[in-house]
């Protein structure tokens, strides 16, 4: 049995959600969304009384076939300022992103829906503008398991049913979610579509235009709980930002292009006998600045320097010594334009005893 004692666990069972209606059974107005999803996040609608529980996470199982308005994009980027994801269903209807309102707006996570087979639903709308894909279902694997009523006329008795479409899929996508921001509360909306985007499984079926992959719950979760932003002054071995390796974590951090002499230093610990292993990603496109990497001990002295792996820095090193080893990881940025101005925004990711990422 369920969570709710009847026969299904959602993806995130212990969220709490705010059913918000925006639509009838002849669907409904873009004006009718737009104030809902203000309403949503704690804005004020008309006569309206606020929402006392503003949300987070909106999921948005709607849409047509027209280009972005207005009306879509301001309550969006209204809900965005408020530091709310907003995860839209791609569309059903074989054709590009783009034709379908509100995914190709700006600031929304679009969701393209596979079937059983991992592969794209014949019906999922697809394109550049789709963000990662999740289970949809379709008439001929199978749909996805949904709790529903038996009325036809009314509500009688709850029920299941298989149903298929980007509808479904969404959903699983804003119940990963709430699970990251359950563990790690500070994420904001940008990280948390980031990093369930980089940590999405590959496609075991063919999805062309589908995102970055199929959604992974455990891997999103994990890479939230160890996400943090680089924290200044972190430019000298004193004042090192301390990076916990109980798991693989990542830091956002920032290099200023007019200033290399500034670095980001982060303190780490290698037990005896383990490797650690440090990835640097530069996420800021600009063919003229480069990152590397300096693994020092406690003295100062160099234990390594990073070298390039598969396109990207990366500084391994073996903790032979016997014991527990506190080592610090100097980041640093170089440019080959003189008056080069600005951040550079890069990534890092460091473990323990791992081949791969």
């Known amino acids: 049995m369920g969570n709710n004692s009847f026969g299904y666990t959602g993806v995130a069972p212990k969220t709490k959600i705010v059913p918000v209606r925006v639509l009838g059974r002849c669907g409904g107005a873009e004006s009718d969304i737009a104030d809902g999803i203000v309403w949503a996040v704690g804005g004020k609608v008309g006569s309206l009384p606020l929402n006392a529980n503003p949300v987070r996470i909106l999921n948005l199982s709607l849409g047509g076939e027209h280009s972005c308005s207005s009306t879509y994009q301001d309550a969006i980027n209204y809900a965005r300022n408020l530091k709310a994801l907003i995860v839209v269903s791609a569309g059903n209807d074989k054709q590009d992103v783009s034709e379908q309102a509100p995914a190709n707006c700006s600031g929304v996570m679009a969701v393209a829906a596979t079937n059983k087979l991992g592969a794209k639903a014949d019906y999922s709308n697809f394109g550049n503008g789709v963000d990662i894909a999740a289970p949809g ?5 199978g749909g996805v398991w949904s709790l529903g009523n038996m009325g036809t006329k009314g509500p009688t008795t709850d029920g299941w049913s298989r149903k298929s479409g980007t509808s479904m899929a969404a959903p699983h996508v804003a119940g990963v979610a709430a699970l990251m921001l359950a563990t790690n509360s500070l994420l904001q909306p940008s990280d948390t579509a980031y990093l369930m985007k980089t940590t999405a499984r590959s496609f075991p079926g063919t999805c062309t235009d589908c995102g970055t992959g199929i959604v992974d719950a455990e891997a999103a979760v994990a890479a939230a709980k160890y996400f943090r932003y680089e924290v200044e002054p972190n430019d000298s071995m004193a004042s090192a930002q301390y990076v916990n390796l109980t798991g693989k974590a990542r830091v956002l ?23 650690l292993v440090t990835q640097l990603r530069m996420l800021s496109f600009d063919i003229n600045f480069t990152g590397s990497m300096e693994l020092m001990d406690a003295t100062g002295k160099v234990l390594k320097k990073s070298v390039m792996v598969a396109g990207h820095p990366e500084a391994n090193y073996y903790n ?27 990534e890092m990711r460091s473990w323990r005893n791992s081949n791969t990422w």
Request: aromatic content about 10%; charged content about 15%.
């Open 137 to 141: 279902g379709d008439s001929t694997n």
């Open 320 to 346: 032979g010594t016997g014991a527990g080893l506190s080592v610090y990881l100097k980041v640093k940025g170089s440019s080959s334009q003189m008056l080069s101005t600005g951040e550079r925004l890069y």
């Open 253 to 275: 951090g920032t290099l200023q292009a007019a200033y290399p002499e500034k670095v980001d230093i982060y303190s780490m610990y290698i037990p005896a006998g383990h490797t």
